[in-house]
């Protein structure tokens, strides 16, 4: 939650307090992603210390007569299906938009064995308006709802130590059945209604918009229980209206102001039987920012700055139904200096410094009880028997006088230099992230529930520092052959304490070379083949033996150092009159890998090979 989503416009509100938990959004009505860098990133408000992404839907052009698109995709892991269509129509004045997709997956498979209960059950829908009455308006309307089933690995409960114990050191999970499409307990159901209304009044040299949106996000999750009933049953609903003003150009300068408003309702449906995860809570925020940009001959000079103010109202129930109450306030400035220079005509050199905060999360103060295949216990509700060095959640419900909990506050600095030539195209970034009061979670041992035994984590607080590159180049060796090579590395550690974060991701490289036939009829065709090699994580917390884990007398802890791994890719594409055929090969090599940052890797592989077919339709 510190990477900041924008769905078609809006802050994509949802249930985001775990990692498991991807943004419900349909891929297949996704137009184009952007990634916001420089003083435009204070547009969007806190929570963004990690940047933001731009999930854009196709607009309805105005002129456009009827046309559309038919997809359909086959997936050889998990025996998976997915259809989808597109339609819109353009009548000058209005036009209209819509989409409707499905897919259907069976158990995943690694190399060497199944995957139980891992399937997948998806169908979404949405639908966009578009009303230019005058050449000054456009007025825009857009519906999307996503609505999931997904499995849980059932090889990840268990009801003893003495499995789970074999469980970790056991190279396959001890649950193995044979394929199927029914999803069992543990599982997921997830629905995401998003609605957004905007108004844009256009002159020649201002903008003024003004936008309206809803989200509900109810989210149920099913543990290895008896009977039907969920542990977990939660309805999110946001409201939020932005105001955005593009001024008139003040001889070089030029720039935006803007206000956002946000009220967000969480509630715990009954039903549960069980404490609820994370409590009831009435939110609202409230935001300023202002973007500037001065023109300096072929040099830019950006400037950023945005006041937020978040208020939390919260209600819940302790283990023994007694219902606590706390109100929490934060407000913070953030802040942006940026500088782009124009060093040659094929390239550019961007720096920025600026400041973000991020208040904690609900969840990451109150979450307490089983999530998924494991136990999670917030900031406020656990405490640590100094006598024993264990934790201990029998002291009740802390606040802000117990343990004081300030928001993150993050100074980053990070140099980009671009080259952008015919045959070359460079994008090389290097940062330094200093985070004051970073939220983190830990392993922190075994705990004993009324399902059986679990891998419990706590929630805590540290001065953290990261630094880090990434790279991307292109070349353009023929006019039929390109190479395109990335790669990415972060280092982070625990300033006070000296120690490295657990499921931080390790260092990654990877080459693609593509093929582009010269055939008149093949010339939106392509092939390519692709190489990702991710490196061994070698900044380990704590690594405790297998006896310490089980009985947590400590609270650092790495179960896994995980190998290095290569993972072959390939593709190919045809395009022929109206028609697209894809087909891709992912881990063509079958190769057998768990991810550092996977907490499944635990109990289990990633997915094998997978070769996925797509025939796509356009007319």
Request: glycine share 8%.
């Amino acid at each position: 939650n510190r990477v900041l989503v924008m769905n078609n416009g809006l802050r994509h509100e949802f249930q985001n307090w775990v990692s498991d938990h991807a943004p419900e959004i349909d891929a297949s009505s996704i137009d184009n992603l952007e990634v916001v860098k420089g003083a435009a990133t204070v547009r969007y408000g806190p929570d963004a210390l990690g940047g933001v992404i731009l999930v854009n839907s196709p607009r309805p052009s105005l002129e456009k007569r009827l046309s559309g698109n038919a997809n359909l995709t086959g997936r050889s892991n998990g025996q998976a299906g997915e259809g989808s269509i597109e339609l819109q129509q353009g009548l000058g004045w209005m036009s209209l938009l819509g989409g409707f997709s499905y897919q259907k997956q069976g158990d995943l498979s690694a190399p060497d064995y199944l995957l139980t209960n891992t399937g997948k059950e998806e169908r979404s829908y949405y639908g966009a308006i578009r009303i230019h009455p005058f050449p000054e308006l456009d007025i825009d309307g857009f519906y999307s709802k996503v609505d999931q089933r997904l499995g849980i690995l059932r090889g990840s409960i268990f009801g003893n130590l003495e499995d789970i114990q074999r469980a970790i050191e056991n190279v396959e999970p001890l649950i193995i059945e044979d394929f199927s499409y029914d999803i069992v307990q543990p599982n997921q159901k997830v629905a995401h209604d998003l609605y957004k209304g905007s108004a844009t009044f256009t002159t020649e040299n201002q903008v003024l918009k003004v936008q309206y949106g809803y989200q509900k996000n109810a989210r149920k999750e099913f543990g290895a229980r008896r009977g039907n009933s969920p542990t977990i049953d939660l309805v999110l609903k946001t409201q939020s209206i932005d105001l955005d003003w593009t001024h008139p150009k003040l001889g070089p300068l030029s720039g935006k102001i803007g206000a956002q408003w946000l009220d967000q309702e969480n509630d715990n449906l009954p039903g549960t039987n069980t404490v609820p995860f994370i409590p009831n809570y009435l939110s609202t925020r409230l935001g300023f920012y202002l973007i500037e940009s001065l023109e300096l001959g072929n040099n830019q000079l950006e400037f950023g700055v945005r006041f937020d103010d978040m208020e939390a109202d919260i209600t819940g129930r302790e283990p023994d139904n007694t219902i606590y109450r706390n109100t929490i306030n934060y407000s913070n400035f953030s802040g942006t200096l940026g500088f782009i220079g124009q060093l040659n005509e094929h390239t550019t050199f961007r720096s920025n410094l600026g400041t973000a905060w991020r208040a904690p999360d609900v969840a990451e103060l109150y979450r307490f009880g089983q999530h998924a295949f494991f136990i999670e216990y917030g900031l406020w509700r656990y405490t640590i028997d100094e006598r024993f060095d264990i934790v201990s959640t029998s002291e009740g419900i802390l606040d802000e006088t117990d343990r004081e909990v300030p928001a993150e506050t993050g100074y980053k600095w990070i140099h980009t230099l671009n080259v952008n030539k015919p045959d070359f195209k460079l994008e090389a970034s290097a940062y330094i992230n200093y985070i004051q009061d970073y939220i983190y979670s830990k392993p922190a041992g075994i705990t004993r529930r009324p399902r059986g035994f679990f891998v419990y984590f706590i929630y805590d607080q540290t001065d953290a520092l990261f630094w880090g590159a990434d790279l991307q180049a292109s070349w353009q060796h023929h006019s039929q052959w390109e190479s395109t090579f990335k790669g990415s590395y972060l280092w982070s550690k625990q300033i006070e304490r000296n120690q490295f974060f657990a499921e931080q991701p390790p260092a990654q490289l990877s080459y693609k070379l593509e093929y582009t036939p010269p055939i008149r009829k093949l010339s939106s065709s392509s092939f390519g083949i692709e190489g990702s090699y991710t490196f061994e994580q070698t900044q380990l917390p704590v690594i405790l033996t297998l006896d310490d884990f089980l009985f947590a007398n400590s609270l650092g802890i790495n179960r896994f150092v995980e190998d290095a791994f290569f993972l072959m890719n390939a593709y190919a594409r045809v395009s022929f009159d109206n028609f697209i055929i894809m087909a891709q090969g992912q881990n063509l090599l079958n190769t057998s890998y768990r991810r550092y940052t996977d907490r499944l890797r635990y109990f289990s592989d990633d997915i094998g090979r997978n070769i996925i077919l797509s025939l796509t339709y356009q007319f």
